[in-house]
């Protein structure tokens, strides 16, 4: 039998929006969203940010519940750093592939293969994979962290990406793991091309998720909540975006006025776009998909993000 809710199909976005936050008010919880969310997610929780500024936020709060309205690995950061809090995952489905491209077993067998290196560890990993590393980073301040560690040699997991662009920004020697996000790696220089030839002059934003040769032709390489600050002060009235396109919602929102493209109709995450108005409300009111973490995993991942914070 399918179970049915009251929060099934046919009630409007504002209407479902009205009863999350009553609903978030009753059970003192606050809700939080991702950059890449649906337009209506984003819009009913209390703050939507980057990943960085989620987990600062999250281990920050006051609320008895966190709602989070992204993946997996972004809850779970909310655990780590806030044990106390009861969080709930909006959509209990919705995982990173590329944080799922490795696990604590590969990076104790890489730590053998280059002793004496030390691991930074993307936040999108498991809580067990951020178990086994000194610190961790986000888009938002790879080139600092790495920086910021007292070894030459540096193991970045799992995105071979990201890591091929902080090697750019550092004189560490960078060993980088084979991960990847299918959905950053869709994106080619020959859409940057064409973008820009669609539209001279418009500055080129992407993530450092990208390929390393798109990043080598974009403007600036940034965090999605970056991406925002950048755009908001830029003189150009058009900017060509190379991220998941949940993020335009808040460019249109935060800058008026300006016109965003995105480089590629393929700059869409599936587990990103799983989670639904509907969901959110089922979520709270059942108080299901609690994220939980053993406490032994809890407690070493807790440290190498704590170390991230005090960085940067
Ligand atoms: P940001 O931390 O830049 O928001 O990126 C998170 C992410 O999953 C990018 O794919
Ligand atoms: Fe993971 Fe890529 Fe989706 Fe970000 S966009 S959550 S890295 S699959």
């Known amino acids: 039998m399918i179970r049915t809710s009251s929060a099934d ?5 504002g209407l479902l929006q009205s009863r999350i936050k009553a609903l978030a008010k009753q059970m003192n919880a606050v809700i939080v969203s991702h ?5 209506e997610v984003q819009d009913v929780a209390d703050f939507v940010g980057d990943s960085l500024e989620l987990a600062r936020r999250c281990a920050q709060t006051e609320a008895e519940i966190i709602v989070f309205c992204g993946v997996t690995f972004m809850a779970e950061n909310a655990v780590i750093l806030n044990p106390s809090r009861q969080v709930l995952l909006a959509e209990g489905t919705a995982g990173c592939p590329m944080a799922d491209m490795i696990d604590d077993v590969d990076v104790r067998e890489w730590r053998e293969r280059y002793p004496g290196a030390a691991v930074v560890a993307y936040v999108n990993t498991t809580a067990a994979v951020k178990a086994e590393s000194d610190i961790c980073c986000t888009s938002a301040n790879a080139p600092r962290v790495v920086n ?3 070894d030459d040699e540096i ?5 071979g990406n990201l890591a091929r662009w902080v090697a750019g920004q550092t004189t560490k020697k960078i060993i980088p793991y084979p991960g990847f996000c ?3 790696r869709r994106l080619t220089p020959e859409h940057v091309r064409r973008s820009r030839q669609l539209h001279p002059g418009a500055p080129v934003v992407v993530h450092p998720e990208c390929l390393p040769e798109v990043a080598d032709l974009a403007d600036a390489v940034l965090s ?3 991406m ?3 755009c908001r002060d830029s003189f150009a009235d058009t900017l060509l975006i190379g991220t998941e396109m949940g993020l335009l919602h808040r460019l249109q929102k935060e800058c008026p006025g300006k016109t965003f ?3 590629s109709p393929g700059l869409v995450c599936p587990n990103m776009k799983r989670t639904r108005l509907g969901g959110v409300l089922r979520t709270m009111e059942e108080r299901r998909n609690q994220v939980t973490i053993p406490e032994v995993v809890r407690v070493k991942a807790q440290q190498a993000l704590e170390h991230m914070l005090e960085v940067a």
């Open 9 to 13: 199909v046919g009630e409007d976005s």
């Open 35 to 39: 950059n890449y969310q649906r337009p």
């Open 148 to 150: 910021s560690v007292a």
């Open 155 to 159: 193991i970045f997991v799992p995105d």
């Open 182 to 184: 299918i959905t950053h």
């Open 224 to 226: 999605t909540s970056q």
């Open 228 to 230: 925002v600050r950048y």
């Open 261 to 263: 493209f995105v480089l």
